[in-house]
């Protein structure tokens, strides 16, 4: 009697080309087939496309409910050794012996993603049962909580890789940026308004048992979906049924339910205003943030990029001209981006933007409001090139100057097309 195959296909092939999809046999592009394990939802996409390296990806929905963290800390922990292969390090030293440079990984919003890259197709085959246990069946040991999540040490001292990294980054610029936009995008129930990576007061409450719970929820093997790149060969799809039916057996946990991505209250303020350390009290930053189209629709996001592009990619951009290449700089430096959110979000960020400050220190010298001390405007009229100071940069920082200033930009570009 023949065993039931451990993957079926889910649909025919397809092939991408010049941007379209065709699915006739015969057609040029890079052909791609999706697998689906015979019981549960799980999925594998074989990318077919000609280069010299292969590529792994291990996608999880993770999402956060409060800001400890526990995506971010189950991305550490994975690492940590498995049921089949309980070593730490173990899965590192076979990929390095399998022609690959590491096992890597990283956490965003709405999903934890692993990754490998190797030279050749028998290699991927050797590492990939071995992944694919690490990432469903880690050991999740209260020693190894200890270690790479939160304790103290010896002498009093908060430790941890992931508390020390977030002690790190939590008050970074970038960070604060980041978090804030999300909060004025999306209503306060959605998960995009926490810290996937976790803030440091509340890993500080977390416990191992709240992880293994989390684990339990969203790393079944029915939420996850695996996509392979590379020159695969047809009998790759062997490797795929010799895959050890108990690492990727579902256990039930469905965790693939929509996300909350509702507006935020009518009465919210449309900004905000966020001091952040540092050791340049002379410059800040100025954001913009659009909820864009889903994340599902390709074109309008590409379109969206390539707009980004258009407006501040090079010296010669609409928006670096106006605000970056100008004798008196409005800012140093745009950066733009289309996140993956559900919808995706459209990001303008200007960096270095000039901040006035008065020149005795006071209380408030992290803050980044405008002071209102006449004198001190007349004091700093001129640039250090002995010119006259652009009249805009004394009022960047107050409530919606800068947006004014970035609308009649883009209207200009709009009616000059």
């Known amino acids: 009697m023949n065993e039931q195959p451990l993957f079926v296909r889910d649909g025919p092939d397809f092939s991408y080309q010049r941007g379209t999809v065709a699915t006739e046999e015969g057609s040029e592009g890079f052909r791609v087939s999706v697998y689906r394990h015979f019981e549960s939802s799980m999925r594998i996409v074989l990318c077919r496309i000609p280069r010299p390296l292969y590529s792994l990806n291990i996608y999880v929905p993770t999402v956060s409910a409060n800001d400890k963290g526990l995506p971010h800390t189950l991305e550490h922990l994975i690492f940590c050794g498995s049921q089949r292969y309980p070593s730490r390090g173990y899965l590192d030293a076979l990929a390095n012996c399998n022609l690959s440079t590491g096992t890597n990984a990283w956490t965003s919003d709405d999903h934890t993603c692993y990754t490998l890259s190797t030279a050749s197709e028998e290699a991927l085959a050797n590492v990939l049962p071995v992944y694919l246990d690490h990432v469903l069946h880690p050991l999740l040991k209260d020693e190894q909580f200890v270690t790479e999540v939160y304790h103290y040490d010896t002498t009093g001292k908060e430790q941890g890789v992931v508390f020390s990294e977030m002690v790190a980054r939590e008050n970074g610029e970038n960070d604060l940026f980041g978090i804030n936009l999300d909060r004025l995008m999306f209503a306060p129930s959605s998960p995009y308004t926490y810290m996937s990576g976790g803030q440091t007061a509340d890993i ?128 140093s430096d745009i950066a733009v981006e289309v996140t993956g959110t559900v919808p995706s979000t459209v990001i303008l960020h200007f960096s270095g933007v000039p901040h006035p400050s008065s020149d005795e220190p006071t209380h408030d010298d992290t803050d980044d409001h405008v002071s209102d001390n006449s004198e001190d405007e007349e004091s700093e009229g001129e640039d250090d090139d002995g010119g006259e100071e652009d009249p805009d940069i004394p009022h960047l920082f107050e409530e919606g100057y800068f947006e004014r200033l970035l609308t009649d930009e883009l209207q200009r570009v709009y009616d000059s097309r």
């Open 204 to 331: 500080a409450e977390l416990t191992n048992a709240e992880i293994v719970e989390y684990h339990r929820k969203y790393y079944d093997a029915s939420n996850i979906t695996v996509v392979i790149t590379g020159a695969l060969s047809d009998e790759f799809v062997d490797v795929l049924q010799r895959l050890p039916r108990d690492i990727v057996q579902s256990a039930g946990h469905s965790s693939r339910a929509p996300i909350d991505c509702s507006l935020p209250p009518a009465d919210q303020p449309r900004s905000k205003h966020v001091p952040f350390p540092s050791v340049d009290t002379d410059t800040g930053s100025v954001g913009f943030g659009w909820r864009g189209p889903p994340s599902s629709d390709a074109e309008a996001v590409t379109a969206f990029q390539m707009l980004l592009e258009y407006l501040a990619d090079t010296s010669s951009s609409p928006l670096k001209q106006r605000f970056v290449e100008r004798p008196s700089p409005l800012a």
